[in-house]
């Protein structure tokens, strides 16, 4: 996958315990290619564990795609279902597509930020990153990918 830092929600290595919103709310009034990709691929919000969650009881995760067009008032645009703690294991990936922003009842979002909500909680290790992946990670059915320690910038 294509990752830009200025699609991040949350950086590598980011603890989640208790419901909280995203470390970064993403702006989209900045001009970024954030339609179809050349592949026919909507941009996807991705969440990578890097540590397992866990927890002393059964927490379960659900995470929210927000949208708001103020930065203050935030709606639910997505949402995943609760994955308890046992699906929460080091390298899981869980992928939400953002399809169309579809104008909410008070317009079109311009911010998007992550909420996750952990019930029957808290988690009490487990790290995460959360990105919004705009660009295909395959070109003609292959797989990109890259040798170890290899950066790719513009």
Not at 40 to 53: D, Q, W
Request: proline share 6%; charged share 10%; hydrophobic share 45%.
């Amino acid at each position: 996958m294509i990752l830009d830092k200025n699609l991040q929600f949350d950086p590598a290595a980011t603890a989640i315990t208790v419901t909280a919103v995203s470390t970064n709310v993403i702006d989209l009034l900045n001009a970024r290619e954030m339609s179809v990709d050349q592949y026919g691929g909507f941009p996807i919000v991705t969440i990578t564990v890097g540590t397992a969650l866990a927890a002393a009881g059964a927490a379960v995760l659900t995470v929210q795609v927000q949208g708001s067009t103020d930065n203050a008032t935030y709606t639910i645009m997505d949402q995943t279902d609760a994955i308890p703690k046992a699906n929460l294991v080091a390298g899981t990936i869980i992928r939400i597509p953002l399809g169309k922003l579809q104008p909410q009842s008070v317009g079109i979002p311009r911010y998007i930020r992550l909420n996750y909500v952990v019930g029957t909680g808290p988690f009490t290790a487990g790290t995460i990153e959360a990105d919004l992946v705009v660009g295909s990670e395959q070109i003609n059915n292959q797989t990109i990918t890259y040798p170890p320690g290899v950066t790719v910038s513009n």
